[in-house]
């Protein structure tokens, strides 16, 4: 029997079978196809009575590596790599999902999550309703003989929300659901929903788990049985990540533990000072005694994560104006970077929805969102004091 390795060692030493050049770290394979030994190999090969590689779109050795180790990361029996984020959502949704099925999901989801639950998938007959992250006694309610998947964010983005993955897994196998959760915000090492009853989990690994603002990625793990519809479905429609890509990422799981450690004590410390601040009306991070879930966060969270939300006093006008006053963050759309980012949703990402769809999902006028990085936390609370202050 194999021997179990810690997190942070299958993350580093779960890698392709060295080449006859014994290479210490894998390879690229930038090909799209690969060749067969004769007619029998080839026929065996699309026959899939033999696991190899075949076309880049289907498996790359570069992919691979990588899925394995995010499985190993979650606990996963398979999974699957696509180009982006999204590319994972929607693949997932649209190989488990037929024209008539109903989604439960939380209503504080990914803006692009949302727009594909209520401009694309009502094209299929697919519907979704939406529950409070903050009442999950009413989910059951929401539940119809069509539900067929329960999804979730855990935290949320970008209000910094928890809820509780115990329960959910519990709803979910009573009523016989498929339970999604993106845990993108957590990372496998932070938290593990598989653990709680998720039957797949679905990561941008455009964020943290790539961690320098490089490369686009995405990758659903879970159920080897779902796996395979979302392998069926992506290997036909070609959402799939580039090998390339997928290499960086595996190159980049290696450090996850050593960069979120350190996201997660530079984002404490950025949380602390922001709730002491005069100009700042509250401050949201699961770490925070004072977040409304503190005692889930601590429950299912190992630490707290990179992300803080919080009110800037003001409103709108204020968020602007705290924006234009930073000096060294970011202002970007990403996040999960070493580089600190900052945004202020009600008048950049999330300005198109009005005031009272941006108050459903707890995105106030004067909410702020930082991404906390790796710079050295005392020159990233100057930024921000000096952005407020003025």
């Known amino acids: 029997m194999k021997e179990k390795r810690n997190f942070e060692t299958e993350a580093i030493r779960t890698q392709l079978e060295r080449t006859e050049s014994l290479e210490h ?13 004769d007619a029998e190999d080839m026929r065996a090969s699309f026959t899939e009575e033999k696991e190899r590689n075949i076309y880049s779109r289907f498996t790359n050795p570069n992919t691979s590596e990588f899925v ?3 499985c190993k990361m979650e606990g996963a029996e398979a999974g699957y790599a696509f180009a982006t984020g999204m590319a994972a959502i929607f693949s997932t949704f649209a190989a488990l999902l037929e024209s008539g099925d109903h989604i439960v999901s939380a209503r504080s989801v990914f803006g692009s999550t949302h727009s594909m639950f209520t401009k694309f998938l009502p094209k299929w007959g697919i519907t979704t309703s939406y529950f409070d992250i903050n009442e999950p006694e009413t989910i059951e309610s929401f539940i119809t003989p069509k539900t067929k998947i329960l999804y979730a964010e855990s935290p949320t983005n970008p209000a910094i929300d928890i809820i509780d993955l115990e329960l959910l897994g519990d709803i979910a196998k009573k009523h016989n659901l498929i339970l999604i959760i993106d845990n993108c915000f957590a990372t496998p090492y932070l938290q593990q929903p598989i653990k709680y009853g998720a039957h ?12 320098q603002g490089r490369v686009l990625g995405g990758v659903t793990v879970g159920r080897a049985d779902l796996i395979r519809e979302i392998y069926l479905f992506a290997r036909n429609t070609g959402p799939a990540l580039s090998p390339f890509n997928a290499w960086t990422l595996s190159k980049s799981l290696e450090t996850l533990s050593v960069r979120v450690d350190r996201h997660c004590e530079n984002a404490l410390k950025v949380a602390e000072f922001l709730e002491s601040h005069a100009h700042v009306n509250w401050v949201k991070y699961p770490f925070l005694k004072s977040h409304p879930q503190y005692e889930v966060a601590k429950k299912q969270m190992k630490l707290g994560g990179n992300i803080v939300a919080f ?10 104006k705290f924006l234009n006053a ?12 070493t580089r600190t980012i900052v945004t202020h949703p009600a008048s950049t990402t999330h300005h198109s929805l009005g005031e009272e769809s941006r108050l459903a999902v707890n995105i106030t006028d004067g909410l702020v969102r930082v991404s906390v990085g790796l710079e050295h936390v005392d020159d990233i609370i100057q930024d921000l004091e000096q952005a407020l202050s003025i």
């Open 326 to 337: 930073i000096k060294m963050c970011s202002l970007s759309a990403n996040l999960g970077d």
């Open 68 to 70: 394995e180790k995010v």
């Open 200 to 211: 797949l989990v679905i990561h941008s690994a455009t964020k943290l788990m790539d961690g």
């Open 311 to 320: 009110e800037v006093k003001g409103g709108i006008e204020a968020g602007r």
């Open 25 to 37: 770290t894998s390879p690229l394979y930038l090909t799209s196809s690969f060749i067969f030994e």
